[in-house]
């Protein structure tokens, strides 16, 4: 059989960049961030030991094949799903690994996160291998962080693995203790219907804004570690106005959220995304970039009554809308029948092809 998994990409509408070092080590952090039912999707199938290596980006049309796991090299193509293969994968062993994504590159919706929950559960429901969500979680920024050296925190893995609406709080010194935030069903429906996904199409590079954000907290008197210490009070905020079910107060944590994530550094800002708040100002209650900002989605809540009105704006702005449903399954696995001897070929010939 074919081990299979999806994982949720996510928005975070506070405490964003305080999840990551070094600032959550010196000084504890604080993030709200919820699943929504965009996703990341990977499948694996064991192969027998002299088919080597597939590997096949269904989204991206990429692909790489290679005779064995050592075999697959360290160079940028691929780098990212090579890096799981291989910490997964025993090097014996031959695989056919094959994902896609329901959001584009440079979203700011945490893909990478997701993809990486999804292949790490994929690749364990293959070996009948068994890990909690926040294990997979843990796992999965690991080999981001560590073996690809990618910068920033995990709040893109914790909330593709544990799905739902999660205060995360970070502790001083280390560590991290994830909360679901208790939410009241008829808050829950009116932030779904009131919520929007607002993509311009302008990505962003999450990495290089990280490195910005970074350089700068390193400066005497930075004004980033103000900024964070301000996302963190806004994240508490959040969870609590979210707990009371006070909306407006989610709008105005979500706002201020948005305003101190550009203060983190000028590449967090983005005129495109100001043009869309100038435009849909007197639509909205609150609004905010996802993730590190510089391009990618924005997140809005509206006020009620204007929600068409709202989409008809962003429309004719060019730009494309989302609705909001919240995922609350978060990473989730099964078995699939596998693919015959003529459809690996298949996988095969793409990703020798494409590359």
């Known amino acids: 059989m074919r081990g299979c998994a999806r994982a949720p990409?996510?928005?975070?509408?506070?405490?964003?960049?305080?999840?990551?070092?070094?600032?959550?080590?010196?000084?504890?952090g604080a993030v709200v961030n919820f699943a929504v039912q965009r996703h990341a999707f990977a499948s694996a199938q064991r192969l027998k030991s002299s088919e080597g290596i597939i590997l096949y980006a269904m989204d991206?049309?990429?692909?790489?094949?290679?005779?064995?796991?050592?075999?697959?090299?360290?160079?940028?193509?691929?780098?990212?799903?090579?890096?799981?293969?291989?910490?997964?994968?025993?090097?014996?062993?031959?695989?056919?690994?094959?994902?896609?994504?329901?959001?584009p590159a440079g979203s700011g919706l945490g893909g990478s996160g997701a993809l990486g929950v999804a292949i790490v559960a994929?690749?364990?429901?293959?070996?009948?291998?068994?890990?909690?969500?926040?294990?997979?979680?843990?796992?999965?920024?690991?080999?981001?962080?560590?073996?690809?050296?990618?910068?920033?925190?995990?709040?893109?893995?914790?909330?593709?693995?544990?799905?739902?609406?999660?205060?995360?709080?970070?502790?001083?010194?280390?560590?991290?203790?994830?909360?679901?935030?208790?939410?009241?069903?008829?808050?829950?429906?009116?932030?779904?219907?009131?919520?929007?996904?607002?993509?311009?199409?302008?990505?962003?590079?999450?990495?290089?804004?990280?490195?910005?954000?970074?350089?700068?907290?390193?400066?005497?008197?930075?004004?980033?570690v103000k900024a964070m210490e301000i996302l963190c009070e806004q994240a508490q905020a959040m969870a609590q106005s979210l707990r009371a079910g006070k909306l407006s107060g989610y709008a105005a944590a979500l706002s201020e959220s948005c305003r101190q994530l550009y203060n983190l550094h000028e590449s967090c800002d983005s005129a495109e995304h100001r043009r869309y708040f100038l435009a849909l100002d007197d639509c909205l209650l609150g609004g905010k970039t996802c993730g590190a900002g510089g391009g990618g989605f924005l997140l809005v809540f509206v006020?009620?009554?204007?929600?068409?009105?709202?989409?008809?704006?962003?429309?004719?702005?060019g730009g494309l809308v989302w609705p909001v449903t919240i995922d609350f399954e978060g990473v989730t696995h099964w078995l699939a029948p596998q693919y015959d001897d003529d459809e690996v070929q298949r996988f095969r010939h793409c990703a020798t092809s494409s590359a």
């Open 303 to 317: 006020k009620p009554g204007r929600r068409q009105e709202c989409i008809h704006r962003i429309e004719d702005l």
């Open 60 to 103: 991206l049309q990429l692909g790489v094949a290679a005779t064995s796991v050592s075999d697959l090299g360290s160079e940028n193509d691929f780098e990212f799903i090579k890096a799981f293969v291989k910490r997964l994968v025993p090097v014996e062993d031959s695989l056919l690994l094959v994902t896609e994504t329901d959001v």
């Open 9 to 28: 990409v996510r928005v975070d509408p506070a405490g964003g960049g305080t999840d990551a070092p070094p600032y959550c080590v010196e000084h504890g």
């Open 122 to 224: 994929a690749i364990d429901r293959a070996y009948d291998r068994d890990r909690s969500p926040l294990e997979t979680a843990l796992l999965a920024n690991e080999i981001e962080r560590k073996d690809l050296g990618y910068p920033g925190g995990n709040q893109d893995s914790l909330g593709a693995a544990l799905g739902g609406i999660n205060f995360l709080e970070y502790h001083q010194g280390g560590g991290m203790t994830p909360h679901k935030i208790p939410i009241k069903p008829d808050t829950i429906r009116t932030l779904e219907h009131n919520s929007l996904l607002i993509y311009s199409g302008a990505a962003h590079v999450s990495g290089s804004i990280h490195q910005d954000i970074k350089h700068s907290y390193a400066l005497k008197n930075s004004p980033t």
